[in-house]
């Protein structure tokens, strides 16, 4: 008890000296930053799922091609989620003598249980958003429905037997599917009057999505007891699959999120580990007497250890709180561009804050307070009896341990984790090597130069190993930031070439070849920006090598989904922009019987250069020869085909075309025409579903800027920290210096030099590994490309050596005020 | 070697009028030194002595221009130290005054030979690295001219700093407990090196001690006590 005592009053001292400032301050920092991005970075996320459930109508769903089993229902309802269901199927509908294919779904009672519907009493004019599908007896039709059939709302459309009232044009439903281009005009109706339609017979072709929403536990629950009992025609619909043009973005701006929390622990960390050396060393003395005194070593380090862990609650605790507060401001600056409903902020967060924030304490503290048990007392005759610094292993293997466990959680890859940490070890080696070389040719330069340029020089010459750790340490932080800010700019970059203003947001199908040409005068008329028209021919890939597919493909596989229905095949004599050959070569002569793939069907179905393909199309079967493979991007709502035919190859087959365009909205009047005009084409607006992905990139955009800020905020108190560290030695100098005669100007400048010299090394070296870790990274973590940058080379060097210069000049300017009478004091 | 700077013609060297001060504490003003009137002659060799607190430092750092006085004035050769800023009160300190320490106060990154140069590089003096090697051969130490104050005793450490002090050959020396830090054998080497190079360089010598002995080398001593001459 006596020792807690101790232990308390002397922390209690410290802290009242000002002893414990800048350690308290680091350690708000990084738990600060950790609780703050864990909790933005969790809620944004679950806020972010729930908005993207919106996509799905549900948070789970299962898509089947028959009912299933009761059981599944009533394990949902143990689990407390609601359910819905949707079932999908074609019809022909037959009014005013027209006939039209269409694509009807009848919904339940509870659909849709996320996001909502659009419908409109006005072709093209603003719509009313509704959170229920129609009511028993009425049926929402698209536009088409009511041109092509020479319909108007009020009028009666018979689906199978049944009669039913058209109250409203459906502009927008949540879940409709990715498979554009066989898209049907869409009826929905009411799941209540489905068997009155006696359209569903035993072995018709039906579709049934059961929905289900509620707690992320027990969607998770319910998710992991369905997997195991999926069978083949049943699988769980995915945001990351079902929606790749939102999945990407996702998926990146998570690890974006991982990537900053583990860049800001990483800062905070240095700077936990740079003030805690300075506490270390400012109590040597202290530590001699106690242990003249009689303290073992263990009760020297029960000691500091204990006070440690005061200390640590003590940060940990207010961090948290600092924490939770910052990403409440955060939610409320971007209140406008978040969605109404938000996520609640998860207390398990906050409590991960906590221990995370210990954590990463001690692996810093720990290995500069262990020098503390190794002071010798003899050190209280001979104060110049420094102990031996802690062990380099333990120092870095302890921080490299808990950032890679970071790492790990938010890339829950073990194999990229240890790639990274590898690099990661490689690059200090090679740095350390670097700043050594470096100040060895400094060292050379030093008797050329002049007295104030020398002392500036020796200032980091004299203490090799010091300036090393130094030099390394600003480093990590200069490549930590500028990681933050490169990546963050080329991620932003990315989406906006991804999604530039002039963005597709209507889709032309089934354009018939004698329409094709007087629609695409029409779209240059008006000065229209679209895409190419495609040919599309509707078939199936039946052998790969006369092996039929369905042997090949795995379970639930992009394979297999891509071979378990029609595809749209095309033709091209030119490569499609956004489409890059990967192996083989494109088309030069017109030669038919040529396919080109895309890569990632290619590689699931494991087909390559020279394989033979079969197709069906309706009852004829062709074969055609692989000879490229294609990359491309799924994501730009452009269209794109798995399958791409040399001209020639499809000719005799029937086909349709598809394009799509941006239609700002003063000309959506056109579309209205279009539809008389062209009679057959379907026209799919995606203006809905881009807008809520705009919106959703903004949000992202808008927190990885904060999320910047707080590792900029992170990086300067490093560098606060590094220049306090070593004030103590600097004072002691500086004013033994001016007793000699030394003058502040001399002393300012001699200082000034050392810490630019200190921030241009640092910066050369964080340049030369950023663009390293930026390749890699790029390659292998955010697929994205990379291109050196030259402005970096530049700004990066400059830039730190006179941000380091000016606050080194800064931070230790009482160097050049303070008395040197205290030389004096401390001498007497 | 280099010619000194002070004119030996003139009398006092260093003048003090109602010299004082007082710091502030919770308890409220505490005096530490006052009404200190003191005339120095150049050449002469003076011992303060005193109690531990009786602001015998204090004096030291005063005449030094390490500190500012709350009242009154010094005078070092003709300047009022008192009257001249910070990097005035510097300049004065690297031409007339040399210093040294209880505890020896070498930069511990320096050689030997770069700690003994520094006064005279900080002055612009050419030729600073052949009149340290020389002073530090003087104080024998010439075979040491590279080790750094880690790799020396501490008698070699306080022949360092003597011939730091000496080397720009300074009208004044202040010497704070040269000897407390070492044991009597090696200090009583440290001081008669001491007064040998102050002989020699007819430096005016003004020293703090405890030891009545060592006061008792000097022409002539000061009795400090609660900070007034006594």
Redesign the interface.
């Known amino acids: 008890m006596n020792r807690i005592v101790l232990a308390s009053r002397l922390l209690f001292r410290d802290g009242r000296a000002g002893e414990l400032t800048l350690l308290l301050v680091a350690l708000v920092i990084a738990v600060t930053g950790t609780t703050a991005i864990t909790l933005f970075a969790d809620r944004l996320h679950r806020t972010m799922t729930a908005q993207a459930a919106d996509f799905l109508a549900a948070d789970l769903v299962i898509s089947s091609s028959q009912k299933i089993p009761r059981a599944w229902l009533e394990k949902a309802g143990q689990l407390h989620l609601k359910s819905a269901e949707s079932t999908e199927f074609s019809s022909v509908l037959i009014e005013n003598d027209e006939l039209l294919l269409a694509g009807v779904k009848a919904v339940s009672a509870n659909y849709p249980l996320r996001g909502f519907l659009k419908i409109t009493g006005t072709a093209f004019k603003a719509a009313q958003t509704v959170h229920a599908g129609p009511a028993g007896g009425e049926v929402w039709v698209d536009q088409r429905i009511l041109s092509m059939l020479r319909l108007k709302i009020g009028d009666t459309l018979t689906v199978g037997e049944k009669a039913l009232i058209i109250s409203h044009i459906l502009t927008y439903e949540p879940d409709k599917k990715g498979n554009l281009y066989s898209l049907s005009p869409r009826v929905m109706m009411s799941a209540s009057d489905l068997a009155a339609t006696r359209v569903i017979q035993p072995g018709s072709h039906v579709h049934y999505f059961f929905q289900f929403s509620g707690s992320a536990d027990a969607i998770g629950a319910f998710n992991h007891w369905l997997k195991p009992r999926l069978e083949p025609g049943q699988r769980l619909l995915d945001i990351h699959e079902d929606r790749p043009e939102l999945g990407t973005a996702l998926t990146r701006a998570e690890r974006y999120l991982g990537l900053s929390s583990v860049v800001v622990i990483l800062i905070a960390g240095v700077a936990i580990a740079t003030a805690t050396r300075r506490y270390s060393e400012r109590h040597f003395n202290a530590t001699a007497v106690l242990r003249c005194l009689g303290c073992t070593r263990r009760d020297i380090l029960w000691l500091y250890i204990s006070q440690f862990l005061l200390l640590g609650m003590l940060g940990s605790i207010s961090g948290c709180l600092f924490g939770w507060f910052i990403q409440e401001a955060l939610f409320h600056l971007l209140q406008n561009l978040l969605p109404g409903q938000l996520a609640k902020p998860g207390l398990l967060a906050v409590f991960f804050g906590f221990v995370a924030g210990l954590a990463i304490f001690f692996a810093f503290a720990l290995p500069p307070l262990l020098r503390l048990q190794r002071v010798s007392p003899l050190r209280v005759l001979r104060r ?1 009896l420094e102990p031996l610094p802690t062990g380099a292993w333990l120092v870095y293997g302890l921080a490299v341990g808990l950032i890679g466990l970071f790492i790990w959680r938010y890339t829950d890859n073990l194999t990229q984790t240890l790639s990274i940490l590898g690099g990661g070890a490689i690059a200090l080696c090679i740095l350390s090597l670097l700043v050594r070389g470096l100040l060895l040719l400094a060292e050379k330069s030093v008797p050329r130069l002049n ?1 104030t340029w020398r002392f500036g020089v ?1 200032g980091l010459t ?2 090799t190993g010091a300036s090393v750790n130094q030099i390394v340490a600003f480093s990590v932080t200069l490549v930590a930031m500028t990681l933050s800010f490169t990546v963050r700019n080329d991620l932003l970059d990315n989406w906006r070439q991804q999604l530039p203003e002039d963005t597709p947001n209507y889709f032309l199908l089934n354009i018939f070849p004698d329409q094709q040409a007087s629609l695409q005068q029409a779209l240059l008329n008006h000065k229209i920006k679209g895409s190419r028209f495609y040919p599309v021919v509707r078939g199936r890939l039946v052998t790969i090598n006369d092996t039929p597919v369905q042997r090949i493909v795995s379970k639930d596989s992009q394979g297999e989904r891509a071979t378990h229905r029609d595809l749209s095949l095309t033709w091209s004599a030119s490569l499609p922009e956004d489409n890059r050959i990967s192996a083989g070569q494109w088309w030069r002569a017109a030669q038919t019987g040529q396919v080109s793939i895309e890569q990632q069907l290619a590689d699931n179905l494991n087909v390559g250069l020279g394989d033979k393909l079969a197709f069906t199309v309706g009852s004829e079967q062709f074969d055609a020869t692989v000879t490229s493979i294609r990359s491309l991007r799924w994501d730009t709502l452009k269209p794109n085909f798995y399958m791409i035919f040399s001209p020639g190859t499809l000719d005799h087959f029937a086909n349709t075309f598809i394009t799509s365009f941006y239609l700002p909205e003063a000309q959506k009047y056109l579309l209205n025409d279009w539809v008389k005009s062209y009679r057959g084409i379907t026209v799919l607006e995606v203006d809905a579903l881009l807008k809520q992905f705009k919106s959703i990139l903004a949000q992202l955009t808008e927190a990885i800027d904060y999320l910047l800020y707080f590792a900029l905020l992170a990086g300067f108190t490093v560098l606060f920290a590094a220049v306090r560290a070593s004030l103590d030695q600097r004072l002691h ?1 500086g004013a ?11 002393l300012r400048q001699t200082q000034f030099i050392e810490f630019a010299l200190t921030g241009f090394c640092a910066g050369l070296l964080a340049v030369v590994l950023s663009e390293s870790i930026i390749f890699a990274l790029y390659r292998q973590v955010l697929e994205l490309t990379y291109s050196p940058n030259p402005i970096l080379w530049l700004v990066l060097p400059i830039g730190s050596a006179a941000l380091v210069g000016l606050s080194g000049y800064w931070g230790v300017k009482e160097v050049a ?1 303070r ?3 205290a ?6 | 070697m280099i010619p000194t700077q002070h004119d030996k013609n003139q009398n006092s060297i260093i003048t003090t009028e109602n010299l004082g001060k007082t710091v502030k504490t919770a308890e409220g003003p505490l005096s530490i030194l006052s009404d200190i009137n003191l005339q120095i002659k150049a050449g002469e060799s003076i011992a303060i002595i005193g109690e531990s607190g009786s602001g015998k430092s204090t004096l030291l750092g005063l005449l030094a221009g390490l500190d500012l006085p709350t009242t009154g004035s010094v005078v070092i050769d003709g300047k009022e130290l008192t009257a001249m800023d910070e990097d005035g009160r510097a300049a004065v300190r690297n031409e007339l005054i040399g210093f040294v320490f209880q505890a020896f106060q070498l930069l511990p990154g320096l050689t030997a030979l770069e700690n003994v140069m520094l006064p005279l590089e900080l002055g612009g003096i050419k030729q600073a690295g052949k009149l340290a090697a020389d002073l530090l051969d003087r104080v024998g130490l010439g075979h040491r001219l590279t080790h750094t104050p880690r790799q020396l005793s501490g008698g070699e450490q306080q022949r360092v700093a003597l011939a730091r002090a000496f080397v720009t050959r300074p009208a004044i020396l202040f010497a704070d407990e040269p000897t407390g830090n070492l044991d009597s054998k090696t200090g009583q080497h440290i001081i008669d090196l001491l007064f040998e190079l102050n002989l020699e360089n007819s430096t005016t010598l003004i020293l703090v001690t405890h030891d009545p002995h060592l006061a008792q080398r000097c022409r002539c001593t000061l009795n400090i006590a609660a900070g007034r001459l006594a």
Not at chain 1, 736 to 746: D, I, K, Q, S, V
Not at chain 1, 823 to 828: D, M, N, Q
């Open positions: 110049d007295i020796q004299r203490n100098e033994l210096m001016r007793t000699l005669g030394a003058g502040r100007t001399f005020n008395a040197p009478l030389v004096l004091r401390e001498a007497e």
